[in-house]
């Protein structure tokens, strides 16, 4: 696959990087703007401490003017304001050589407070490259020109269900027809015209919508469903002529990331456009906590909106165009940048750059060992601050002592925020 400059996976990496560099961390925000008053509080102070003391209590000035002074270097917010920068970007180097590139900091500290995990099924869970195994001619049709006219279709389309139609099809040497007017219609299939007459691929939602769902049409569905196995119908003007069934296989490491999230507390609910039964079987073998099926894209937006509204973080994971408003929508969004759409990957917040599940569990544990990491930089920085501030009042600080506390826990932050990057 060919791609212009602009638009390869490197240059969307430098895209996100640049992404990252505007988008803050909470933390990192507040310190800032603590720190914008903090610094002409800790000026005046010293000022004040420069004159108040020879003139309100006796003090000499050479006195005065040196305890103002090292007020000032105790005060200055040099460790508190680069304690967290250094933190965040440790962590996110530390995430970006596991593959997890994060496009702000914002995301890498919310990530420890993820508590619901919405999972697309195909290309997320399962590898995505599902293989024709069944063809159901229904009576009265020609199972040849069914099979030309859902290449033909087939073709046209990137969804995983319809590449496994034409992969068969160019291995069975078929010839393809002309298609005009296509479209792919989301959540349900595509169509365009063969041969100068309307066709139609995909799920049975399609077939209702046309009015060509039947009995007997369930009923063949519904054996292959039962097998696990997604199932589309090919139709036309007048009536369906075939059922196509493709089954996928779920990546070991889906299992893995599902049991993991469960032992970091994290609820997974599992969305699919597939039908219950397909989604009941691929639940079953990944150990998700629940799954939802018969999803159109905006069932996925509104399944995350509900988990939004049980309270608590919500992240969803996914690899199509059909993902993109539920990966907005959730707080942080996971694309499976590896096989995903460029769509995915630009909209989500976190791009796996090789497809693992198993990243996100790792991405909510660098997250928590940042977080935790932040607060102990912050802590010993005011901490430090607090008690040298307490010494110079008592009379006991000199200058060293203050560049100590300045210069030396500058450098005590900025060696356990790099701690971050060896997680």
Not at 98 to 118: D, N, T, V, W
Not at 185 to 208: H, I, K, T
Not at 298 to 321: F, P, T
Not at 378 to 398: D, E, N, P, Q, S
């Amino acid at each position: 696959m060919t791609a212009a400059a602009s638009n390869t996976t490197l240059a969307r990496i430098i895209h996100a990087v640049e992404e990252a560099q505007g988008r803050r961390a909470p933390m990192q925000r507040f310190v800032d703007a603590f720190a914008r008053w903090y610094t002409p509080a800790v000026f005046l102070l010293s000022l004040l401490t420069m004159l108040v003391l020879p003139l309100g209590m006796g003090w000499a000035w050479k006195d005065a003017v040196y305890t103002g002074l090292v007020l000032l270097v105790i005060g200055c917010p040099c460790a508190l304001v680069i304690s967290t920068p250094v933190s965040i970007v440790s962590g996110m180097a530390a995430a970006t050589r596991s593959g997890i590139l994060i496009k702000g900091g914002m995301f890498l500290e919310q990530g420890r407070k993820l508590r619901f995990l919405a999972l697309d099924k195909t290309g997320t869970i399962t590898y995505g490259r599902p293989r024709l195994t069944d063809m159901v001619v229904l009576p009265g049709a020609d199972g040849d020109r069914a099979s030309r006219l859902a290449a033909g279709l087939a073709a046209r389309s990137d969804h995983p269900v319809s590449r496994a139609v034409a992969e068969k099809a160019e291995e069975d040497g078929t010839e393809l027809p002309h298609v005009e007017d296509f479209e792919a219609v989301p959540g349900q299939g595509v169509r365009g015209n063969v041969e100068g007459r309307a066709c139609y691929l995909g799920s049975r939602r399609m077939m209702a919508a046309l009015g060509l769902d039947s009995p007997s049409l369930a009923a063949a569905a519904a054996e292959l469903e039962g097998q696990g196995k997604t199932v589309v119908a090919l139709a036309e003007e007048g009536g369906v002529m075939a059922l196509f069934a493709v089954a996928d296989t779920i990546r070991e490491s889906s299992r893995e990331a599902v049991r993991e999230l469960k032992e970091l507390g994290v609820h997974t609910v599992m969305l699919t456009g597939d039908n219950g039964n397909v989604a009941r079987v691929i639940a079953a073998q990944a150990g998700v906590d629940e799954f939802q099926s018969d999803l159109l894209p905006q069932d996925k937006l509104h399944a995350v909106e509900e988990l939004e509204k049980r309270g608590g973080s919500v992240g969803m994971a996914g690899d199509g165009i059909n993902d993109a408003p539920a990966l907005a929508r959730a707080d942080i969004g996971f694309a499976m940048a590896g096989g995903g759409t460029d769509t995915a990957m630009e909209t989500a917040d976190v791009a796996l750059m090789d497809d693992d599940l198993r990243k996100i569990p790792r991405f909510i544990r660098l997250s928590r060992a940042t977080y935790a990491i932040l607060v102990q930089n912050i802590t010993l920085a005011l901490g430090v601050k607090a008690l040298f501030f307490a010494l110079t009042f008592a009379g006991c600080a000199t200058m060293w002592m203050a560049v100590f506390a300045d210069v030396g826990t500058a450098l005590l932050v900025v060696g356990n925020g790099l701690r971050a990057a060896r997680k």
